[in-house]
């Protein structure tokens, strides 16, 4: 392959194709949980649920795409593996037991927040430690969109909850601020 000469040391470049590997490996992780909900969810807001997670995982497969093709216009390769997504991500399974509805949305927001606190970390280390401020901009247009997606599912399970059977919960007192 021939030498990148885009203003970026092999070291900077390679900082930031990690950064970049454990987005896309939360990305992906997200993406497979995201779709096991799509399928699996139950109850008085299966409609709303089912068509939400559709748009979302369709996001995220296209922000998968733009990830892997950022890290090889980086001169690297992206992860495409589970083991490799499992290694390099942050986003654990969900593996052995189907959630109730809320609870699936609540598990969502707290990986969308995840990769929220990640992508604000690798923006600022590509900015001032790497010197790639292409990657921190690409990263900050990936973090408004999870932003967005967990204001979205945030907002679905404030108020009242339902659980899958339709009941009510028991409530729960929630600390101003939180």
């Given at each position: 392959?021939?030498?990148?000469?885009?203003?970026?040391?092999?070291?900077?470049?390679?900082?930031?194709?990690?950064?970049?590997?454990q987005d896309l490996s939360d990305s992906y992780l997200l993406v497979v949980k995201t779709k096991k909900f799509h399928w699996d969810v139950v109850g008085p807001q299966f409609r709303s649920l089912h068509e939400i997670w559709e748009e979302?995982?369709?996001?995220?497969?296209?922000?998968?795409?733009?990830?892997?093709?950022?890290?090889?216009?980086?001169?690297?390769?992206?992860?495409?593996?589970?083991?490799?997504?499992?290694k390099a991500g942050t986003i654990k399974e969900q593996a052995g037991n189907i959630p109730t509805a809320t609870e699936m949305v609540a598990l969502l927001v707290d990986n969308h927040e995840q990769i929220i606190r990640n992508l604000r970390e690798h923006i600022d280390r590509c900015d001032?430690?790497?010197?790639?401020?292409?990657?921190?901009?690409?990263?900050?247009?990936?973090?408004?969109?999870?932003?967005?997606?967990a204001w979205m599912l945030r907002s679905f399970i404030e108020g009242e909850e339902l659980q899958a059977d339709g009941s009510q919960p028991e409530k729960r007192k929630t600390p101003v601020g939180v």
């Open positions: 392959m021939r030498r990148l000469n885009i203003g970026l040391t092999d070291e900077q470049r390679q900082g930031v194709i990690e950064l970049l590997n979302q995982y369709e996001q995220l497969t296209e922000n998968i795409d733009a990830i892997a093709e950022r890290v090889r216009a980086l001169g690297g390769y992206p992860i495409g593996t589970m083991e490799g997504f499992l001032e430690e790497f010197h790639d401020q292409g990657t921190a901009d690409f990263l900050t247009g990936l973090m408004e969109g999870h932003e967005e997606s």
